[in-house]
């Protein structure tokens, strides 16, 4: 009888995140209420408080259902020292994550939610310094496989590991600021994969 009670409030609590996501889409993060969250949920403000403290626990338990999976794959790919070409797993981590975003609507609503729908102040101004945060680990962990390359003299003589992480990291932030704008797949979706490849492929000697 626990484990059910666990399992329904565990399904619940899914549904709630689902509810907050199509309405911050529809609205806008500032814009939606707990309210109108739960009525999407249908169910009532008081479950929502049962499992979210306030819309910002809430926005942030959203966040990491499509970030933690993400953050999981370039840990992979710090983890696997085996590999021949480093730069292979750069590539993959990042052609990856693109694969995901034309797989998984979740994922795509989750990001055109950050990027677009979402003003950073207030209570939400504490999720942005640990978006910042993410990004810096990010950063520090495509360092530690650009170093590798650079060790299997893999790199341009010119290239820095830790200049190269900053560089693909804020270029893969413009890329998917614009994967995410470009609804009709006029100017980035469709070519993406191939300007993942090309960005790592100027980084090899």
């Given at each position: 009888?626990?484990?059910?009670?666990?399992?329904?409030?565990e399904?619940?609590r899914?549904?709630?995140?689902?509810?907050?996501?199509?309405?911050?889409l529809?609205?806008?993060?500032?814009?939606?209420?707990?309210?109108?969250?739960?009525?999407?949920?249908?169910?009532?403000?008081?479950?929502?408080?049962?499992?979210?403290?306030?819309?910002?626990e809430?926005?942030?338990?959203?966040?990491?259902?499509?970030?933690?999976?993400?953050?999981?794959?370039?840990?992979?790919?710090?983890?696997?020292?085996?590999?021949?070409?480093?730069?292979?797993?750069?590539?993959?981590?990042?052609?990856?994550?693109?694969q995901?975003l034309?797989?998984s609507?979740?994922?795509?609503?989750?990001?055109?939610?950050?990027?677009?729908k979402?003003?950073y102040?207030?209570?939400?101004?504490?999720?942005?310094q640990?978006?910042?945060?993410?990004?810096?680990?990010?950063?520090?962990?495509?360092?530690?496989?650009?170093?590798?390359?650079a060790?299997?003299?893999?790199?341009?003589?010119?290239?820095?590991?830790?200049q190269?992480?900053?560089?693909?990291?804020?270029?893969f932030?413009?890329?998917l600021?614009?994967?995410?704008?470009?609804?009709?797949?006029?100017?980035?979706?469709?070519?993406?994969?191939?300007?993942?490849?090309?960005?790592?492929?100027?980084?090899?000697?």
């Amino acid at each position: 009888m626990v484990r059910k009670t666990k399992e329904d409030a565990e399904v619940t609590r899914l549904r709630i995140i689902d509810a907050a996501r199509e309405v911050f889409l529809v609205r806008g993060v500032s814009r939606t209420t707990i309210e109108q969250i739960a009525t999407q949920a249908n169910v009532t403000r008081g479950a929502v408080y049962w499992h979210f403290n306030n819309k910002t626990e809430l926005f942030q338990a959203m966040r990491e259902q499509v970030f933690l999976p993400l953050i999981d794959l370039i840990d992979d790919a710090v983890l696997n020292e085996s590999t021949g070409d480093p730069l292979n797993s750069i590539e993959q981590y990042f052609c990856g994550i693109i694969q995901t975003l034309e797989q998984s609507i979740t994922t795509q609503q989750t990001y055109e939610i950050m990027m677009t729908k979402c003003e950073y102040v207030e209570e939400l101004a504490e999720v942005l310094q640990q978006i910042l945060s993410t990004c810096q680990n990010i950063v520090q962990k495509l360092e530690t496989i650009y170093a590798r390359a650079a060790a299997k003299d893999l790199l341009n003589s010119n290239h820095h590991p830790a200049q190269l992480a900053l560089d693909t990291h804020l270029f893969f932030v413009g890329l998917l600021n614009m994967w995410i704008k470009d609804t009709e797949c006029k100017y980035i979706r469709d070519n993406a994969i191939d300007i993942i490849r090309h960005h790592v492929q100027m980084k090899r000697k």
